[in-house]
């Protein structure tokens, strides 16, 4: 019986000992195995593409915002011309169907350059 009696603290020191000798070698596998490649979205170099062409796209965007801006803006001034001289040829009896359409139109146009100017 004595065999028995030692036979479970042998083991259960065994165990406990066990990945104290077995960790070396664990180590040395892990070092062994190469390196998996990363899925696309952690990619550094990938990344740094992906922000540099998004950047891009963005200045770009920002770009024809910009110059639709300035187009409409002298689209603007030239309609505010015309109103002035289409209320300068009218009396102040008679505005025509003109003017009024003119005006909407300005106002139109102010409020997509007003838009557009919130975009950025």
């Known amino acids: 019986m ?4 030692w036979r479970v603290p042998l083991l259960l020191l ?3 000992c066990g990945p104290v000798f077995a960790a070396p070698a664990q180590q040395e596998l892990v070092a062994q195995v190469p390196q998996l490649p990363r899925p696309p979205g ?3 170099v990938e990344d740094e593409t992906r922000r540099k062409f998004e950047r891009d796209q963005q200045k770009k965007a ?3 915002r910009f110059q639709k801006v300035k187009e409409d803006t002298e689209k603007l001034v030239q309609l505010s011309n015309q109103l002035k001289e289409y209320v300068g040829k009218a009396n102040e009896h008679t505005l025509s169907l003109d003017v ?3 005006a909407e139109e300005i106002e139109r146009l102010a409020k997509s350059v007003k838009d557009k100017m919130r975009a950025n």
């Open 62 to 64: 920002n770009e024809e």
């Open 42 to 44: 952690e990619d550094p």
């Open 2 to 5: 004595i065999v028995s009696r």
């Open 100 to 102: 009024i359409k003119k």
């Open 14 to 16: 065994a165990l406990s």
